[in-house]
């Protein structure tokens, strides 16, 4: 590999050339570096990028640490970047909001010391949707992500900064955070892997929250082994976090990776697939054709509570998000605002006026679907919706299936603002992956083909709860039988 390329490397391909001497973390982060500086102007991956000294003062370190035979960890120097509503101590932390303008993080996120204490270098803070509600990015105080197939396009979101910055090379993996998609769909969007795992698999202590009884942090990397290598890294329990599963599952996702899909039984959900786009459909019936060739059994299968998983997802979703944002009155959190001339109502109100228009939104659904007179109509009958779609798809998994599989969006990416007028069919867009975090289950977004104007189409797998291990395998050896992908155009 000479220095231009080396930053193409997968995880793997890193952790391989750093500790063989083919190059050092210093290198790698320096071309990283530069990638940075130049590719930023294009794609606004990044909010926040760190001290590049004191960066590769680390980098150094880490080589130090590799000549004598230390210990370096498992990502031994790797560039990685996270979503800015996870939190790095001493660093700023927006959550892609004016709200949160010069918040600086007091703490480490658990998912952020375990990386820093596997050797991974966190490289920048990544843009993001206004508290990750959204699919585009273009809910960003900030400025809308785009899309590296192509700068007229949405890069999908609310983890946009993250897919991106994993497709242009801007790190060699990125953390995002999936509460109805938003690892799997910039992943679908741009092209890269993007696993949500089993909830309470990864702590969400430090992750900003906007629906705390589904969300989980996640990787998103250009392949389904380097996402496995970073679950690792983050995944198990965490004191921190009560919501963490006590019987962690081994926690080298790596292994047994390779293991193929031999007797697996994989069902297609008809409701994620009969609306879908033709292309992304036929992309799909392809995916079930590879993992057939490659010892599976694929049928069709039905799932009836998918129809109504969007409202009860966005009913719910806003429920909670109007209950955790209520901290933002500008008195613990928030940016300077003089006192003086206000009462304390209109203090606060003045204050959460810089909230953007969806985050807005999402607030006053929540505080009415869960008020007294309402609750019954719809944040009850939400969770009605919710356990029964629960039900329907541990019935799927304990009857019949070990996968359940789609495309992950049911379109293709769309130009950056040809959908922001029009809320209600953004929600539709994800009709394919709330299910799994409604009902807790792990899914991941593997890259299948590029449609005929050059812009990314991913298929979604899905497996029971724990089985996160049973889906990497599935999931790479989607990646292995796929037909060649072309690459992200410069
Ligand atoms: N689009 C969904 C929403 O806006 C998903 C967001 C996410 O996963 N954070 O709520």
């Not at 009709?431 to 990314?456: D, E, F, H, I, K």
Request: proline share 5%.
């Amino acid at each position: 590999m000479n220095h231009s390329s080396i930053i193409r490397a997968s995880a793997l391909e890193y952790v391989r050339g750093v500790t063989s001497g083919e190059f050092t973390a210093e290198e790698f982060l320096s071309e990283t570096l530069s990638r940075i500086e130049e590719a930023e102007a294009r794609y606004n991956a990044y909010l926040h990028v760190e001290d590049g000294q004191k960066l590769l003062a680390r980098a150094r370190e880490i080589d130090r640490g590799i000549k004598s035979g230390q210990k370096v960890g498992l990502l031994a120097g790797m560039p990685v970047s996270i979503k800015d509503n996870i939190c790095m101590r001493g660093s700023r932390t927006t959550c892609g909001s004016r709200m949160l303008e010069g918040f600086v993080a007091p703490y480490d996120a658990t998912a952020v010391s375990r990386l820093n204490a596997e050797g991974g270098i966190i490289v920048a803070k990544a843009n993001m949707d206004e508290f990750a509600m959204g699919l585009t990015t273009e809910f960003s105080a900030y400025g809308p992500s785009r899309n590296p197939w192509n700068t007229g396009y949405v890069p999908g979101g609310s983890s946009g900064g993250s897919a991106v910055a994993a497709a242009a090379f801007e790190c060699v993996a990125s953390l995002g955070s999936d509460t109805g998609g938003s690892v799997r769909n910039p992943a679908s969007f741009c092209s890269v892997v993007g696993y949500k795992p089993t909830y309470g698999l990864v702590s969400r202590h430090g992750l900003v929250s906007y629906a705390n009884s589904i969300e989980q942090i996640g990787p998103i990397a250009r392949t389904v082994s380097d996402a496995a290598l970073v679950l690792g890294v983050i995944a198990g329990r965490d004191e921190h976090d009560d919501t963490t599963a006590d019987a962690t599952p081994a926690t080298d996702y790596l292994e047994g990776i390779e293991g193929g899909v031999e007797g697996m039984r994989v069902g297609i959900v008809d409701e994620m697939t009969e609306g879908a786009d033709p292309e992304v459909a036929r992309a799909a019936e392809r995916a079930a054709g590879n993992l057939e060739a490659a010892g599976a059994s694929c049928e069709r299968v039905s799932l009836d509570m998918v129809g109504y998983s969007v409202p009860s997802y966005y009913t719910i979703t806003a429920a909670e998000a109007a209950s955790n944002l209520a901290r933002y009155d500008n008195l613990r959190y928030g940016y300077d605002l003089p006192l003086d001339g206000y009462e304390f109502n209109s203090y606060v109100a003045e204050a959460r006026g810089r909230f953007g228009p969806e985050v807005t939104r999402r607030m006053i659904l929540g505080g009415y679907v869960s008020s007294a007179g309402h609750a019954g109509r719809y944040y009850l009958k939400a969770l009605k919706v919710r356990a029964k779609l629960t039900r329907e798809v541990a019935d799927a998994f304990a009857s019949s299936y070990d996968i359940l599989m789609a495309p992950t969006v049911p379109i293709l990416p769309f130009r950056i603002g040809e959908k922001t007028d029009d809320p209600v069919s953004l929600f539709m867009v994800d009709l394919n992956t709330v299910t799994a975090n409604l009902t807790r289950r792990p899914a991941v977004s593997v890259p299948y083909a590029v449609s005929a104007g050059g812009l990314p189409i991913g298929i979604q797998m899905m497996a029971d709860s724990m089985q996160d291990r049973t889906l990497l395998r599935a999931a790479r050896a989607l990646e292995m039988r796929r037909p060649p992908l072309p690459e992200v155009p410069d």
